[in-house]
């Protein structure tokens, strides 16, 4: 079967750094997403990967291994605003998105 | 970015009753719809996938007969609970993707519906 695994919370200090790590097990692969969902309200796009490496955005970088079938979002200099679920989507061979369960970040001053 | 917009954001109904929820893909052409549910603190739930001008292909344990799905347009979907029961309850997302070359989903901001 296709499964996306994630821790299900995690908790870091403003100004640190955060890595929410996800591994999957899908029946092909054509890229792996990231999502920031708050509460109560929809996910917002924030990363995509398909090849092995490093994909930087701002505070924001995404990584992906292939061959382990991993990734991991980090986070720099958190914020108080970045407390939200981040959600790990992998597209399988039918071009369908299968989910993981989300992380809760929740961020201490 | 691409825009896509839900209509209504709230809604309560009686039980029993049916509620319409429209979304709709205001800057580009979505050959693809998804229709998600989420219950509080979970993940989202694929309920079933359209493609414009054929029938949804819903998931499993999903009826097709209460859940209606229409994707009559390149630019609008619709979701109807039929009968709708207070375990209807839920935050309902649409989605929108254009082709499979342009791979990200475009999420609406989503309903809460609330059957009492």
């Known amino acids: 079967g296709q499964n996306i695994d994630q821790p299900t919370e995690m908790t870091a200090t403003e100004g640190a750094i955060v890595q929410i790590n996800c591994t999957y097990q899908t029946s092909g692969f054509n890229g792996l997403f990231w999502y920031q969902q708050h509460a109560g309200e929809a996910p917002t796009f924030l990363s995509y990967n398909v090849l092995d490496g490093l994909e930087e955005k701002g505070r924001f970088s995404s990584f992906l291994s292939r061959s382990k079938g991993y990734s991991y979002l980090l986070l720099k200099e958190l914020q108080m605003k970045d407390s939200a679920s981040y959600l790990c989507?992998?597209?399988?061979?039918?071009?369908?998105?299968?989910w993981g369960a989300g992380t809760k970040l929740i961020i201490k001053p | 970015g691409a825009v896509v917009s839900q209509h209504p954001s709230r809604v309560i109904c009686k039980s029993g009753t049916s509620v319409k929820i429209e979304c709709r893909s205001l800057d580009f052409q979505a050959t693809t719809m998804f229709w998600y549910r989420q219950f509080p603190k979970k993940s989202l739930m694929l309920m079933a996938t359209s493609n414009e001008g054929s029938k949804a292909t819903y998931e499993q344990g999903v009826e097709k007969d209460k859940f209606l799905i229409n994707h009559a347009s390149l630019t609008l979907s619709t979701l109807t609970v039929t009968s709708a029961h207070p375990e209807d309850s839920s935050f309902y997302i649409c989605?929108?993707?254009?082709?499979?070359?342009?791979?990200?989903?475009?999420f609406g901001p989503g309903t809460r519906l609330t059957v009492t």
């Open positions: 989507a992998v597209m399988d061979s039918n071009y369908q998105l299968i």
């Open positions: 989605s929108a993707r254009e082709g499979n070359e342009h791979r990200e989903q475009y």
